[in-house]
Every structure is written in C-alpha cells, then in structure tokens.
C-alpha cells in the first residue's frame, strides 16, 4: 500500500507487530496497524529531544513536591553525612529504604554540610535532579533499544516517554526515585536483549539496592538468560561440584552466623542458598559419575543432558552478589547478611493490603484496601478460607508469573523480552498487599519499548489507557496529603461514592479497569508472541 502525501509530509506506516498479518489473518486482538500519520519531515534528534526533556524538567522542579517524601529524604541526606553511612541503619533513625539510593542522599548530605546548609526549597530542587537524569537516561536507553526500528519511531517512543504525564509528576514535580528503578530496568533488558546477559545482571543488581520493587521482574529476566545463554560447553564437572560445596558452606556459614538472630527471614535466606549449593554439588557429583557410565532413561534422553550447567548464568549471579557485597558494604561493614534485616522491616512499615495502589486489593474501595494483610492485626481481618491475604497475594503472583513465561516461552527479540519482564512487574503490582500507588511506575518505559518493537496498537492502547489511571493514582495520592497543586473539582470526583448508578466509589471503578486491563493485555500479549510471522515485511 502507497500513499501520495503532500511535499513537507512524512508517512510512518506501522503493521501489527513484527508479523505484518493481511486481511483474515487479523484477529480481533491482533490487528495490524496500518495509517499514515502526518509528521514535519524534519524530525528531530534523539539531542534536541532529549535536551528539551530536560529543560522541561528543570522547569517543573519548581513546582512544590511531595514532602512527606522529600522531608524524609532531606533528613536522610544529613544523617548520612554527619553519623556517617555504617551507622545508619543501627539507630532508631526511621530508614525503609535500601542502600543503593542512600549513596545519592550522602553526596548531597555532604553537599549541604560544604556549603553551610541548604534552604528547604533548594534541598527539595536538588532532591529532584537524580530523578530528571534518570528520566533523559531512560528516553535515551529506549532509543537506542529501539535501534532496529524506524528513526521516526525510536524519536517519537523517546519523546512519548518524556512527555508522559506519570513520568512528569513522579521525577520533576513528587520527587521520588521510582525513575531510577525504570531505568536499571530497562538497561537489563537492553544488555540482556544485545547478548550481554552479565551487564543486564550487574545493572538490575544496582536496581534492586535503589528500589527492591525491581524483584518483581527477576523471573522472567531469569527465564530469558538462561532460555538465550544455554552454553553447548558447559563449565566441567568438577568445577561445579566445588561451586556447589562453596555455596553450601557459605549457607551453612550464614545460618551459624545467625543463629540467634530473631528474624526467621535471616534462617529462611541462608537456608535456601545452602539447599541451592547442595542440589547444584550434587548435580556436579552426578556429572562426574555419568564420566564413567552413560545410562539412558526409557526415552533414549541421556541423562547426562538432564543435568545442564548455565556457565552464563553462573557468572552474572557471582558477579552480582560479589558487587553487591561491595555496594553494601560501607553500610553493613562484616556483617553483609543485615541487610536482609533491613529489607524484611521495611516491608513491614505499611502492613495494610494496598496502600493507595489502584490494584486488585482495592477493588473493594480506599478503605478496604487499607486493612491488614495479615491476621493478628486487627480481630477477624485480612484473611480469605483461614488465609492471609499476604500470601493470597504472593500465590497470585506466582501462578500469574508462571502463566506469563509459559505465554512468553516462545518469544523472541527485544520485544518479547520487554513484554515478559512489564508482565511480570504488572502483576506484582495488581496481585501483591502492601503495594504503594507508585510501584506500577516501573512497568510503563519497558511496556512502551514492546508496544513499539511489536508494532502492537493494542499494546499501545494499553499504555495509554493504564498511564491514565496510573496519573490519576498519583495525583489523587499528591493532593490527598496536601493542596498544592490541588484542583478541588477534580479532587470531588476521587471522592465520589456512586459513579453512574454503580454504586462504586472511582477508587473501586479505577481499580477494577486496571485489573480488567491486566487480562486483556495478558490475552493480546499471548497472540501477538504466538502469531505466524512474515519474511519481508513492507
């Protein structure tokens, strides 16, 4: 199909994905993508871009942020630089984060101590730039993820991006680090995606010590390297089976260490690396046996193919933990092991089902998805069939998590691998208690590389539709705790407690749309991987 346009035009003609289907071949889900959208020949550089991003940014950091969060960051910041970073997590100082972002806040800690001190409204501008870096970062990353599509795509995804208005509130305006999660996303999706698993590996390490939230995606990311990176030359028997022991003594190890320790999840932690060391030693000592003898199973499979060895995989954990271990080390010193202390109390700050997240806990309204997860807590609360709701949401989680990589077992190319990982941060989101209204925010950047390496506009209407949600999630959160920036009409309608004779309140009709949306994307994303794919695509 031609178009004539008038001089000075440009067509972006797009087909559904990377399949380019025809005429029956189209199915409701799936359908192609074919218009022509009328852009000024000229496009711009991902430069001019991105230096708009950024001026724009500067600009909306003005704006009054979010102060609980801000405050809390500010007091951080000092604390780090006057009691130094290894004795901030033994106070009673409140402290819910890791220490990944905590070495941002002691660099402007110490900023503040060179130069007398800030005022509040300087530290609180200042407090906003990591995060509008990481902004012009992502819109770069995702350029350049996109390298195999048009140029007009790569610009306008890039411009999409910066422009988004979640995007906008989170980073310039909130001031919150949620940006610097989709970053270190999106760069382990784009190393592993370009065959470098190991750089994809240390890139989400530094994203889980910044925002733990990132575990959400390890799953798939896991799936996808050891699926791509299966070695035809595996390391040697014996190397595996001193792999194993060395894991097993470093889990035996920690589980001495702590022995009185009064957090279970310390023996839980130690107990399993000890288990994964003994099965990989045992996995290494049949390795070894079978050098002698090659027994088969009835089907003919050797067995010797039953017990692969992931070389790749092997190296991009060690090195992970191995600089992760150097990160945290200024904070934790000797005693690496408490930082799973911290990470389990920070968890426990906000026990409640959802804390203003727009997800399937809230479904009910604002205030059931503010009651305990757990039981105990409150008589006769946040259990279902004798369960805590807690761990209906971890279930949720997992079936959905194993539903997504058997959906995605075929998928191929950067696109797949973007979908696959989105999914999964997705319903995190929808299905895990204790979420905040900001832990979706890491499922749009990589869902926006898939929707445009697939060429889906189904995938993209999604990101729309749920970015619009996602805004109102934020906003709603932003103004509720204070009126800057408050628009008292639109606020009345957060408020509202029957929308079109529903008897829904919006917080329950917004919940419901997202959650609706989680099974329609999950249905259009198993289409779009397992549709028949064309040569030569026009």
């Known amino acids: 199909m031609s178009l004539k346009l008038p001089d000075g035009l440009l067509m972006v003609e797009a087909e559904a994905g990377a399949a380019g289907l025809h005429g029956e071949d189209v199915s409701a889900v799936d359908s192609t993508i074919e218009f022509a959208i009328q852009l000024p020949l000229r496009v711009p550089s991902i430069g001019v871009v991105l230096a708009f991003g950024l001026l724009l940014r500067l600009g909306l950091a003005f704006l009054p942020a979010f102060q609980i969060d801000t405050g809390t960051f500010q007091a951080w910041s000092r604390q780090l630089a006057s009691d130094h970073p290894w004795n901030f997590y033994n106070t009673d100082f409140f402290t819910d984060y890791a220490p990944g972002y905590m070495y941002i806040l002691w660099l402007f800690g110490e900023l503040d101590r060179l130069f007398g001190g800030f005022g509040l409204s300087t530290f609180e501008y200042i407090l906003k730039l990591p995060s509008i870096v990481a902004d012009i970062g992502s819109a770069y990353v995702l350029y350049l993820l996109l390298k195999d599509q048009r140029r007009e795509w790569r610009i306008g995804a890039a411009t999409l991006y910066l422009l988004f208005p979640p995007v906008l509130l989170i980073g310039p305006v909130w001031g919150q680090v949620d940006s610097l999660l989709a970053l270190f996303l999106l760069l382990a999706i784009y190393f592993v995606g370009t065959e470098r698993p ?40 014996t190397t595996q089976l001193f792999t194993g022991l060395s894991v097993l003594a470093a889990g035996i190890a920690g589980l001495a260490l702590v022995d009185q320790d009064p957090h279970a999840s310390y023996r839980l932690v130690f107990g399993g690396i000890a288990a994964v060391g003994g099965v990989e030693g045992l996995r290494g000592l049949g390795r070894m046996a079978l050098d002698r003898w090659e027994p088969s199973v009835p089907s003919g499979l050797s067995i010797r193919e039953l017990l692969p060895s992931f070389p790749t995989w092997y190296r991009a954990v060690g090195l992970s933990l191995a600089v992760a271990l150097v990160l945290i080390f200024p904070f934790f010193t000797y005693k690496p092991w408490e930082i799973i202390g911290q990470l389990y109390k920070a968890n426990e700050v906000y026990p409640v089902n959802s804390f203003f997240a727009y997800n399937f806990w809230n479904v009910g309204g604002l205030a059931e998805g503010f009651k305990p997860d757990v039981s105990g807590i409150k008589p006769d609360e946040g259990t279902f069939l004798g369960i805590d709701h807690r761990a209906w949401g971890l279930f949720l989680y997992a079936i959905s998590t194993v539903a997504i990589i058997w959906l995605m077992r075929k998928s191929e190319g950067i696109g797949g691998l973007a979908l696959g990982t989105s999914l999964c941060v997705l319903v995190f989101y929808v299905f895990m208690t204790r979420m905040h209204e900001r832990y979706a925010f890491a499922f749009f950047l990589p869902f926006l590389a898939a929707a445009v390496d697939l060429r889906s506009r189904v995938l993209f209407a999604a990101f729309l539709s749920l970015g619009v949600i996602h805004f109102f999630n934020l906003y709603h959160v932003y103004v509720y705790y204070q009126h800057a920036l408050k628009w008292p009409a639109f606020y009345k309608w957060f408020e509202r407690t029957d929308n079109l004779s529903t008897g829904l309140d919006t917080v329950q009709v917004l919940s419901l749309l997202f959650v609706a949306a989680l099974a329609l994307v999950l249905a259009a994303a198993y289409v779009i991987i397992n549709r028949p794919r064309r040569v030569g695509v026009t």
């Open 198 to 237: 190991i750089s994809g590996a240390l890139a989400y390490t530094i994203g889980f010590l910044i925002k733990p939230q990132i575990i959400a995606a390890l799953p798939f990311l896991a799936f996808w390297i050891m699926k791509r990176f299966r070695s035809e030359t595996p390391i040697q028997a």
